[in-house]
């Protein structure tokens, strides 16, 4: 049972992780056929390529997960508590509408995605489903958020 409370509570790490991983050994392979041995892995640029954007995608949950995304909050300590708490609510609405768009408009591009990639030889869908899904995962967390936002907002009241 740890185990896979492990996993759950770290699963988009865990992605992202294997993915680095993934990508590094792909282009290490690749840089030493190609210069020691004269003979590139034709497969390896593209899966680097498609293993980095998921990366990017999981990188971007990950950050909302642990509150880590670049904010610049000057001006946020100089307000009132109680306008400073609606500030942050207002601020997880927006972040809301902004991964909801992007799960609807990812969804329609992974399901228009039907083309063969050139060298892997898989489906394009299978490398743009990062888009709605981790918008969605962002939404989750955001959600997170604005509750807890949200009733500090309500106790400090305005």
Not at 24 to 41: D, E
């Amino acid at each position: 049972m740890p185990q896979i409370r492990f996993v759950v509570e770290y699963f988009e790490e865990l992605v992202a992780g294997l993915f680095m991983v993934l990508m590094s050994l792909a282009t290490f392979a690749n840089v030493v056929s190609r210069y020691v041995f004269n003979n590139p892995i034709q497969w390896a640029e593209e899966f680097a390529r498609y293993a980095f954007i998921w990366v990017v995608f999981m990188g971007a949950v990950v950050c909302t997960k642990r509150k880590r995304h670049i904010a610049i909050d000057i001006l946020l300590p100089a307000l009132p508590a109680p306008v400073s708490a609606w500030v942050r609510v207002v601020a997880d609405l927006c972040t809301l509408a902004v991964a909801l768009a992007i799960v609807y408009y990812g969804a329609k591009l992974t399901a228009a995605a039907t083309q063969i990639t050139a060298t892997l030889k898989v489906p394009h869908y299978v490398v743009y489903v990062i888009v709605p899904l981790s918008a969605a995962l962002i939404s989750v967390y955001t959600i997170g958020d604005l509750r807890g936002n949200l009733r500090a907002a309500l106790r400090k009241g305005v």
